[in-house]
């Protein structure tokens, strides 16, 4: 394995914890992928980085098949325990690094990378691969954090500090939005729809408010992604992507 992967590994390694500090934002993310594929047809939905499930499991259906991927072992168990037990034969389990993992070309519909281009050596070959396995005229829901933002550069500034005192050692892959957007044009990718909005950047601010207040307060500056608005100051980008291939 890489440095990079076993840093990660290392992140999420108590994986609860992350999850109860950022279960607004999953429900965020969670919303925007199902505005994003409503009214669509699909039937192979593949999760990469799924986490603990809450942006694909909810799509599943009989008619409908899903690959759960996740480096660390024990995300992936709380996702698998998420699966309703009549749709367990509809999911497979695959407990490796996206990069690594031996995935059919072209054998799926619908592609959600949610919170992964972050934490990979190469955010240009996790991109390539996924035009590679989508099928044509699928959809790719992808998120980023674009790096090239005030409110970014203002985050990158304070976490350099905590470097320098060695309060925080893993450090994030940074991209602009144009660069992943860029990057998914050369492969095939045609950029469909965005949502942008930030997280309340506070240090410490999920131990202050809830989940529920945090939920608030993001859709209150923001909107959702059937009526976006601040858009300027957004960071988090979530895109939706079209494949041009017919």
């Known amino acids: 394995m890489t440095p990079k992967i076993d840093e990660v590994k290392s992140l999420f390694e108590s994986p609860q914890a992350y999850l109860d500090r950022r279960r607004y934002n999953i429900k965020i993310r969670a919303e925007t992928v199902q505005y994003f594929l409503r009214n669509r047809q699909f039937t192979n939905i593949l999760d990469v980085g799924c986490g603990d499930g809450s942006a694909s499991i909810p799509l599943l259906n009989p008619q409908r098949n899903l690959t759960l991927l996740d480096l660390s072992a024990n995300m992936l168990s709380i996702a698998m325990s998420h699966v309703p037990g009549s749709l367990a034969d509809n999911v497979q389990a695959v407990n490796q690094g996206f990069l690594s993992a031996n995935l059919a070309p072209h054998s799926f519909d619908v ?124 960071k988090e980008c979530i895109y939706l992507f079209e494949s041009t291939r017919i």
Request: a positive charge.
């Open 111 to 234: 592609i959600i990378c949610l919170g992964l281009l972050a934490h990979v050596d190469s955010p240009k070959a996790v991109i390539e691969k996924i035009a590679q396995l989508l099928r044509p005229n699928g959809v790719v829901i992808m998120q980023s954090t674009d790096s090239s933002g005030f409110l970014s550069r203002l985050g990158i500034s304070y976490r350099r500090i905590l470097e320098a005192f060695g309060r925080m050692n893993y450090r994030y892959t940074l991209t602009t939005s144009s660069q992943v957007i860029e990057i998914s044009a050369v492969c095939g990718l045609r950029l469909s729809r965005i949502y942008r909005y930030s997280l309340p950047g506070l240090p410490g601010i999920d131990r202050i408010f809830s989940q529920q207040t945090l939920y608030k307060s993001v859709r209150l500056a923001y909107g959702s992604a059937e009526n976006n608005y601040n858009t300027w100051p957004g």
